[in-house]
């Protein structure tokens, strides 16, 4: 069945320093690809998403780029903030679905002052 | 204006009672879904209402599970005769529609069910 594979965490890093989580997909066909992110203390929030090959979500700084040919969907972000720390999770919805997320599951991202 | 709601917050409730789990959802969202979040098993898709129509229950654990939405809107969760297993963050989302074009869900902040 479909699914999604994102890096394990935690993932700790420096205010300013580069962010990569690392995420890839099974699935038939091609689905849209969606990162949402979850605050302490708050629901799930979409961050991005992107719905075919190529395209590329962004949004507060962060882009992910979907490659068809390597079932990939990154996220990155040049320079993290302190308030980036949260939960980010990598998620699919099968094409023809009815909309339900696949989540990988989740990376929990810690930056530093 | 209003998120998606749910209600209780929080419910510590003993093995073997059945509990209840309410969802709210925005207000003209004609999609609703379930979904649960553990430790052991991450976010897993329970259960999908579209409007008045039949719902995908294929994502259901076990068919102590059962959901019901009430005149498109309000929909609740009914876990009955409850397994340590069940403890897990319950999560409804809402989206303007369902299947075919995707449509961004919106997520609730979810009812903590803990199992004794």
């Known amino acids: 069945g479909d699914s999604v594979t994102q890096m394990e965490g935690p993932v700790t890093l420096s205010e300013e320093a580069f962010l990569t989580i690392n995420c890839t997909y099974t699935a038939t066909g091609y689905p849209s690809l969606f990162w949402y992110v979850q605050y302490p203390g708050e629901g799930l929030q979409l961050l991005l998403k992107a719905t075919k090959a190529d395209d590329k979500g962004s949004n507060k700084g962060f882009e992910a780029t979907y490659r068809k040919e390597t079932t990939s969907f990154h996220l990155e972000k040049g320079s993290v903030q302190v308030s980036d720390s949260a939960v980010y999770f990598c998620?699919?919805?099968?094409?023809?679905?009815?909309?339900?997320?696949?989540f990988g599951k989740g990376t929990k991202l810690s930056v530093k002052p | 204006g209003a998120g998606v709601s749910q209600s209780p917050s929080n419910k510590v409730t003993e093995k073997g009672k059945d509990v209840e789990l309410r969802c709210d959802p925005i207000s003209g969202h004609t999609a609703l879904y379930w979904y649960r979040q553990s430790l052991g098993q991450g976010l897993e898709f329970l259960i999908y209402?579209?409007?008045?129509?039949?719902?995908?229950k294929s994502g259901l654990p076990s068919d102590r599970f059962s959901a019901e939405r009430t005149g498109g809107s309000v929909s609740t969760l009914t876990i009955q005769r409850t397994q340590q297993e069940d403890s897990a963050v319950y999560l409804c989302?809402?989206?303007?529609?369902?299947?075919?074009?995707?449509?961004?869900?919106?997520f609730g902040p979810g009812t903590r069910l803990t199992v004794t």
């Open positions: 209402f579209q409007g008045n129509s039949a719902p995908d």
């Open positions: 989302a809402s989206s303007r529609s369902g299947g075919g074009e995707i449509y961004e869900q919106y």
């Open positions: 998620a699919l919805s099968a094409r023809g679905s009815q909309g339900n997320l696949i």
